[in-house]
């Protein structure tokens, strides 16, 4: 462990939040449970300027026991910036992030204190099974603990259970809010070319939320497609591959194959399946195009 990092630090968890207030008090209630020893505080970093946010915080039953913080972020959107003013008043030495929607398992703070002893910025794999239904999971089938936080290029911490030492998420700026999506993935990458090391834990201690309605699906997958199109592209002068064309012909002779004229028990995969895919990867082409992210 590095010179000067407490094993129980002082952790402030920051949750940007954009969400209906009853999916937030799952979060806080997840929170609440934390078998976590040190001393705990969480900012709520409200990115669209909800006043009945403010007020619900303020007279929140779990106020006390979490101390909680309201912090208003909606002078611009984004994740990202939410974060970042999350961070601005933080008072903890070990920053802790996590997503209004999801919920946090009992170990999790915990676990990501103990990764953080030999690393800089750490992360942890998520489980889909705690909260979606079986529609919801039929539309986006769960990545095996095993292949989260892989890339292309490096690895990443996923920014709905994300650890970083303080120190560090400061010394290099935060999180970029141009992306606007996988803004954790390219802040995990510049946290390592610029020296930091990272860890990853494939226990999956976060029941993450997916999206259970057409419209909200297709605009995520398209959204993470063109964004992470950008990143390879703005990445690629720092040694992130190209993504190559014969990948992406390849993949639309699959979703051409297996499009829902063709009966599900020959493709074997859903309709909300097959539309997620087409709307990240039309994404994906887009973001290409205009990132210059594409090789042979």
Not at 82 to 110: M, S, Y
Not at 185 to 198: D, I, N, P, T
Request: proline fraction near 6%; glycine fraction near 10%.
């Amino acid at each position: 462990m590095p010179e000067g990092r407490s094993s129980t630090p002082h952790v402030t968890v920051v949750v940007p939040t954009k969400n209906p207030i009853p999916l937030l008090d799952e979060q806080l209630r997840g929170l609440a449970k934390q078998d976590y020893t040190g001393v705990v505080d969480v900012v709520i970093s409200d990115n669209g300027g909800n006043g009945a946010l403010a007020e619900h915080v303020a007279s929140h039953p779990l106020k006390d026991l979490l101390s909680l913080t309201y912090v208003d972020s909606s002078d611009s959107s984004g994740a990202a910036h939410a974060r970042n003013r999350g961070v601005e008043k933080a008072t903890g030495e070990f920053l802790a992030f996590c997503d209004a929607d999801d919920v946090v398992h009992p170990v999790w703070i915990r676990e990501l204190v103990a990764l953080a002893q030999e690393h800089d910025l750490v992360g942890t794999a998520v489980e889909t099974a705690g909260l979606n239904s079986d529609k919801a999971l039929s539309w986006t089938p769960t990545t095996p603990p095993e292949r989260q936080g892989k890339s292309p290029f490096l690895p990443f911490a996923i920014g709905a259970s994300l650890g970083c030492w303080a120190s560090v998420y400061r010394e290099i700026g935060g999180m970029d809010n141009r992306y606007a999506t996988s803004q954790d993935v390219e802040f995990s990458w510049r946290a390592q070319l610029a020296g930091y090391s990272l860890g990853f834990s494939h226990r999956q201690l976060v029941s993450y939320r997916l999206r259970d309605e057409f419209k909200p699906l297709v605009r995520q997958s398209y959204r993470l497609g063109y964004g992470f199109a950008k990143l390879q592209g703005d990445y690629r002068d720092r040694g992130c591959p190209p993504v190559r064309l014969r990948r992406v012909l390849y993949w639309w002779t699959l979703l051409l194959l297996g499009n829902p004229l063709v009966p599900s028990f020959i493709t074997r995969i859903s309709r909300g399946q097959w539309v997620r895919a087409v709307a990240a990867h039309t994404g994906e082409i887009r973001g290409g195009i205009r990132y210059r992210t594409f090789g042979w």
